[in-house]
Each structure stands twice: as structure tokens, then as C-alpha cells.
């Protein structure tokens, strides 16, 4: 399978992009998608994408990098014409923090999401667009609403909210996705937010160097040789087998990134 969010440029995989790509294949791993934070990081991102075959990226500002400007939206833009950068984010809010402040997040989400809806109407660029939202969901979903994105354009990374949340975004047309959050212990309102997806709006993902999965929690950092652990939790959250799990997420990812 596809692990559909990482981070390949960040620190931890410096000089370890090939080492960790391999380990990933060796773990029936198929591809990656490095998800960008900035624009900067967007065209390394790109660069590790164009190196190496089964990497793809994404292109976006993170809500916790607005503070990071000012950007470059002409080169975001460039970036997400490429045909190895298949989707725009992660773009979102975060309120999990004091900073950046969530006016600032909402301007420079406000601003992407405007960049993306004129991409779309022109018919240049019409990616899919990777969110972040924690805990954010009763303000975010209907700023999503409003863009003029289409619902089902959109996929919730790293997915930790309730039921509740969960129906909002099902509401929205959004896909969801799952990191190792999913096989914690403590984890038991995600596993049941989980079982309210249905069959063909769900993904998973490592966010590597992030979460690392049950039963490697301990190990540091998460790599996407670890996303068959969150693959085999979702199909026990789901009451499916991993084989059935398992097609079912590889048909989501290709139709969702364009990506097989």
C-alpha cells in the first residue's frame, strides 16, 4: 500500500531518503507521498519526488508555519502544476496552540483556499487538498464548505477527533485518513469515529517522523515501513480482513492522488 502523508524533509531523514525508501519497499510499502509545510519546503519536497520513483508530493502551508512568511504564492503554484506534486496542503487550523494565532492561521488558510478555487475554475491545476484540523472541526468544516473546493476534494489527515467530528467531515464528502494515533491504547474514540467511514473514503498514513504505530511506539522516528501496523488496526476497528482492508485502501489512494 500507499503511506499517503510523510515528511521526507525533515531533519530526521536527512542523508536517509534512499535507506528509508527501501526499508519502505522491503515492508511491501509501494510509494509515498511527502507532504509539504511550506512553500520552501514544497520544492524540496518536489526535488526528493523527482529523485526517486514511487514519491510523489504535495504542495501547501501548514496553519503552523503561517507565521513563516512571507511566501512565495507563485512558486506554490508552479509547484502544484508539477505532475510528481499530487495535491495541495497541508493546509488547515490548528488550535492546539497559542501560536501561531488563529487569525493568522485563518489568513493564510483563507488565501490558499482561494488560491486553490481559482486553479480549479481555470482548469489549471485540480488536486486534491490534504487538511490539518486539530481541534477545529466546528470552525474549519464550513470554511471548507464556502470555498467552492468541492467536499469530496478534501482528505483529514491524521484523523484524532470524536464521532462527532467525524460526522462533520462525512457530511462535507470529505476522505479521512489514519496515522498511529489509531492503534494507542487510549485511542478508543478514534477507533469508533473509524467504523462511521464508509467504504472508499478512507486512507492511512504514517506522518512520518511522527507517531510511530503500536507495536513500534517506542521506536524513533516512525518511517512509512510502519503504515501496514495502521492498515491492520483499521481493518480490526472496521471488523474486515487486512486483505479486504488492504484493497479497498489501495483503491481509495488511486482514485483520491491519481497515484497506483
Given at each position: 500500500m500507499i503511506d499517503t502523508h510523510c515528511h521526507l524533509t525533515f531533519p530526521e531523514f536527512a542523508d536517509r531518503v534512499s535507506e528509508t525508501l527501501h526499508a519502505a519497499?522491503?515492508?511491501?510499502?509501494?510509494?509515498?507521498?511527502?507532504?509539504?509545510?511550506?512553500p520552501g519546503d514544497a520544492?524540496?519536497?518536489?526535488?526528493?519526488?523527482?529523485?526517486?520513483?514511487?514519491?510523489?508530493?504535495?504542495?501547501?502551508?501548514?496553519?503552523l508555519y503561517s507565521d513563516k512568511g512571507p511566501f512565495d504564492w507563485d512558486l506554490l503554484r508552479s509547484i502544484a502544476g508539477d505532475e510528481r506534486?499530487?495535491?495541495?496542503?497541508?493546509?488547515?487550523?490548528?488550535?492546539?496552540?497559542?501560536?501561531?494565532?488563529?487569525?493568522?492561521?485563518?489568513?493564510v488558510l483563507d488565501?490558499?483556499?482561494?488560491?486553490?478555487?481559482?486553479?480549479?475554475?481555470?482548469g489549471r491545476v485540480i488536486k486534491p487538498v490534504v487538511i490539518h484540523?486539530?481541534?477545529?472541526?466546528?470552525?474549519?468544516?464550513p470554511l471548507l464548505?464556502?470555498?467552492?473546493?468541492?467536499?469530496?476534494?478534501?482528505?483529514?489527515?491524521?484523523?484524532?477527533?470524536?464521532?462527532?467530528?467525524?460526522?462533520?467531515?462525512?457530511?462535507?464528502?470529505?476522505?479521512?485518513?489514519?496515522?498511529?494515533?489509531?492503534t494507542y491504547t487510549n485511542a478508543a474514540e478514534v477507533r469508533e469515529a473509524a467504523r462511521l467511514v464508509p467504504a472508499g473514503r478512507v486512507m492511512v498514513e504514517t506522518d512520518a517522523p511522527f507517531l510511530p504505530p503500536e507495536p513500534v511506539r517506542k521506536k524513533r522516528p516512525c518511517v512509512p515501513a510502519y503504515v501496514r501496523h495502521t492498515a491492520e488496526a483499521l481493518a480490526a476497528a472496521r471488523g474486515m480482513t487486512f486483505e479486504a482492508m488492504?484493497?479497498?485502501?489501495n483503491e481509495t489512494t488511486a482514485r483520491f492522488f491519481g497515484v497506483r
Open positions: 519497499a522491503q515492508a511491501g510499502v509501494t510509494g509515498v507521498i511527502t507532504i509539504s509545510t511550506t520544492q524540496a519536497a518536489l526535488r526528493i519526488a523527482r529523485a526517486h520513483d514511487r514519491v510523489w508530493s504535495s504542495a501547501g502551508i501548514h496553519p506534486c499530487v495535491g495541495w496542503g497541508e493546509l488547515g487550523l490548528d488550535k492546539h496552540y497559542a501560536e501561531p494565532t488563529l487569525a493568522l492561521q485563518r489568513e488565501r490558499q483556499l482561494d488560491l486553490i478555487a481559482q486553479e480549479r475554475a481555470s484540523c486539530r481541534e477545529a472541526f466546528d470552525e474549519l468544516v464548505g464556502r470555498s467552492g473546493i468541492p467536499g469530496e476534494a478534501f482528505v483529514f489527515h491524521c484523523f484524532t477527533g470524536t464521532a462527532a467530528d467525524m460526522r462533520l467531515l462525512l457530511d462535507l464528502g470529505a476522505c479521512v485518513s489514519f496515522t498511529g494515533v489509531l488492504h484493497d479497498e485502501l
